[in-house]
């Protein structure tokens, strides 16, 4: 039964058979040494495998939309190392394919041409929409589409190559422990902790060479041998935080800083360092031209740009803003189309161009909502307007959702920064921004309007159907069409299509009584594209940029990946005897894997709702998770005695239940109140499926063979969440009850008895 932390399946405290490693027990003065010994490779492993994930998905960007893929390849090489753990451990067999890795993504030049590779031939092969992808067709989609396969198969390959030695050794001490449950709760009580030391790094916003020399210090602890092994070993590790220096610099760019969800670069534009080093970087090919004097990227590539709007720059600069516009940028628009703002919000406020547009159209008091905490210290230092340091300005560094469930205040403008994000919540398939867009939110926005209140949402919308699926559900929500026009790219802002909704009398006296706005947005509206059918996005369905219900071929390339990745890892470790003599038992093992990974993708999936989607939701539900696990070990003599049919009812009911639960109610709690009720609420399936696991892992005699198994089931279940771009992210409950409910009518006969 997988989780996202390096270990095994809850199981009862007996030692294991002699199949196992080691059979012969340990005397008991060896206890705290080997859970010394398993306590260190728990926290070392469990570090090393989020550092990756986080690692590799922003610096091959098309991966910041796909974690799921980086996971569950840490997923494969901890279980089959488990599985193979016969073989002896040794350090270095971890640090030659990850020195590899870290040398390909630090080096600027090869981090470069391999991430912006990899990413332009996946996205142009299968026309995945992402910020500044180039879409191929015909015979180039298909070369495309195979060298981009090959690329990333041999990441792949790096990565399960890492975790094989950290599950074998891994596996190796479990077996080697006399008492099974007291050394499994020892693994999950060290996962807890390398999860929370990764969140330690993410929160202080440190960068990847400190990631490194965490896991470098820890890593010492795994070293054994002799001394010229040890020394070896430490030079490796040395090697590897040395590389790590170079991974947090970038070519031609003011600095870097890792917040604690992304990476931000800032690029200072001027006459001697011009901005066509741009075009040298991540396959971006437009220069940055006159728009604002400083830059900021996200994960590689342009984000914002802080611009000086002040009447008098503007004023100043006549080659460098048209003058006819002048005044009517995207930022000035949203209170020029209010009679009389005095209390704006702006979600997604980013470097402060939308806060400073609200102030210089005489708002009084402005509620900005930032996300990301570098991104509004970046507002702070290097915005010419200081929009942050405006005495009526208050910034809440929050997620939208989360700040739309908290407030009691009430607005005059609400206005919706560009927001276009670069990344998703590891294990699921929905972006950070998707939820922002959905149904749901628009509604509860809506309640935040003062009477006579207006509404503005900037999108880059370049395709047809994202603009009408916008335009939907605003048109659903407050009752009528719209309105709606694409800002030019110029001095004045990156362009993108605003909607205009609200108070519609209001919005209709105010272009009455300004006749050249009226005759701008005219004009704009023309270079709107006809309106095609589009499904509203929903909290169940948030796929902005998906066109219709289907599966992205993206994924299905990946999921050939993964497969082809089994297979060979299976080939290369000589493990096929695990699959020969497969039954009923075997069956059962895959059926509960598979459950358990859907369960844990919904889990985050759900929780991303209710507490934003930052890196910690992600540690919150795995924390979650852990702790349920280690109340199914300490639950586990007493589950003995029940008959399976109530542990079953029991995971069945809490699956279906949890279909009918909105977890949204929650969203008016404190922070880590909700926090608490979520993580421990969606992963409550996760305390009986423990105890099943526990009880059939006990009952078999064939230990090896039911991890093999379960491993093989937890890959189906990784493949198998692709269909909630069909379904709807909430169908998986019902899926993962069926699973489960499969393993019941597969379950080993023996296990039968209370």
């Known amino acids: 039964m997988p989780s996202s932390a390096p270990s095994l399946p809850a199981i009862t405290d007996t030692p294991l058979p002699a199949t196992a490693t080691n059979s012969s027990p340990k005397p008991s003065a060896n206890l705290l040494s080997l859970d010394a010994a398993v306590f260190a490779v728990s926290v070392v492993g469990l570090f090393l495998e989020l550092l990756l994930v986080r690692w590799v998905t922003t610096e091959i960007r098309i991966f910041a939309y796909l974690q799921n893929t980086v996971l569950v390849v840490c997923f494969l090489g901890l279980g089959m190392g488990c599985w193979d753990s016969k073989k002896a451990f040794r350090l270095r067999h971890v640090l030659v394919p990850l020195l590899i890795l870290v040398a390909v993504l630090a080096l600027p030049p090869t981090r470069i041409l391999l991430g912006g590779t990899i990413t332009d031939l996946l996205s142009g092969a299968t026309g995945h929409f992402i910020w500044g992808g180039v879409e191929l067709s015909g015979g180039m989609a298909l070369a495309a589409g195979i060298a981009g396969v090959g690329l990333t198969f041999g990441m792949l390959w790096l990565l399960w190559a890492v975790f094989v030695p950290v599950g074998r050794q891994l596996g190796r001490l479990m077996a080697d422990h006399p008492k099974t449950l007291r050394a499994y709760s020892v693994n999950v009580a060290g996962s807890l902790i390398g999860i929370w030391l990764f969140v330690a790094c993410s929160g202080l916003s440190l960068a990847p060479v400190w990631w490194f020399a965490v896991f470098a210090i820890g ?15 430490a030079g490796l590790l040395a090697a590897v935080v040395a590389f790590g220096v170079l991974a947090g ?17 800032l690029f200072e534009q001027n006459n001697t360092n011009p901005p066509s080093i741009w075009a040298g970087l991540y396959g971006e090919r437009r220069p940055f031209g006159d728009l604002g004097t400083h830059v900021i990227a996200v994960n590689n590539v342009g984000y914002q740009a802080p611009i000086d709007l002040r009447p008098e720059v503007v004023t100043a600069k006549p080659d460098h803003y048209v003058p006819t516009q002048r005044g009517y940028s995207q930022y000035d628009l949203p209170p020029k189309l209010h009679p009389n703002p005095k209390k704006g919000l702006v979600v997604g406020a980013g470097s402060g161009n939308d806060v400073a547009g609200l102030l210089r159209n005489g708002v009084t008091e402005v509620v900005a909502v930032e996300i990301d905490p570098v991104i509004i210290e970046y507002g702070k230092q290097v915005h010419p307007e200081k929009p942050y340091d405006h005495p009526g300005v208050r910034v809440v560094n929050d997620d939208a959702r989360s700040f739309f469930a908290t407030t009691t205040e009430k607005f005059d403008v609400i206005a919706f920064g560009l927001l276009d994000s670069h990344t998703t919540t590891a294990m699921t398939n929905a972006r950070l921004d998707h939820y922002v867009y959905t149904r749901e939110s628009i509604a509860h926005a ?16 370049q395709k047809p159907f994202v603009v009408s699926r916008m335009s939907q559900v605003l048109e659903e929500q407050f009752g009528r069409p719209p309105l709606a026009f694409r800002m030019p790219a110029n001095g004045y802002g990156w362009g993108g299509v605003l909607f205009v909704t609200g108070d519609e009398e209001a919005v209709k006296g105010r272009l009455a009584a300004d006749p050249k706005l009226a005759e701008f947005i005219s004009e704009w509206s023309k270079e709107m594209p006809a309106a095609v059918a589009a499904e509203v996005a ?11 219900r289907s599966i992205p071929p993206l994924y299905l390339l990946l999921a050939g990946c993964l497969l082809g990745l089994f297979v060979l890892g299976v080939r290369s470790l000589a493990l096929g005897t695990a699959f020969r003599g497969w039954g009923k038992s075997h069956t059962h093992f895959a059926l509960l894997g598979a459950g358990f990974m859907l369960l844990e993708v919904q889990n985050i999936s759900k929780a991303s709702v209710v507490l934003g989607n930052t890196w910690v939701v992600n540690a919150v539900v795995i924390t979650g998770v852990l702790m349920m696990i280690l109340a199914a070990n300490a639950l586990s003599p007493l589950a003995k005695k029940l008959p399976p049919w109530v542990v079953y009812g029991c995971l069945l009911g809490s699956c279906v239940g949890l279909y009918f639960v909105d977890l949204s109610r929650f969203g008016f709690l404190p922070y880590w109140q ?14 009986f499926s423990g105890l099943i696991f526990a009880r059939s892992f006990t009952a078999t005699p064939h230990k090896d063979a039911a991890l093999g198994a379960n491993l093989f089931g937890s890959l189906l279940g990784a493949l198998v969440q692709s269909v909630t771009f069909v379904t709807g992210i909430k169908a998986l409950l019902l899926l993962v009850a069926a699973f489960y409910l499969a393993a019941i009518l597969t379950r080993p006969k023996d296990t039968t008895a209370s």
């Open 674 to 687: 909700k926090a608490t009720a979520v993580g421990l609420l969606t992963s409550l399936p996760m305390l």
């Open 249 to 265: 610099e970038e070519p031609g760019w003011k600095e870097c800083r890792w917040s604690p969800y992304q990476k931000l670069c």
């Open 446 to 461: 809506k309640t935040l309007l003062n009477p006579g209140g207006v509404l503005v949402l900037s999108f880059e919308a």
């Open 219 to 233: 890593g010492l602890f795994l070293t054994a041998g002799a001394w010229a092994q040890r020394a070896i070993d």
């Open 538 to 548: 929903t909290d169940d369905w948030p796929y902005i940029y998906l066109e219709g």
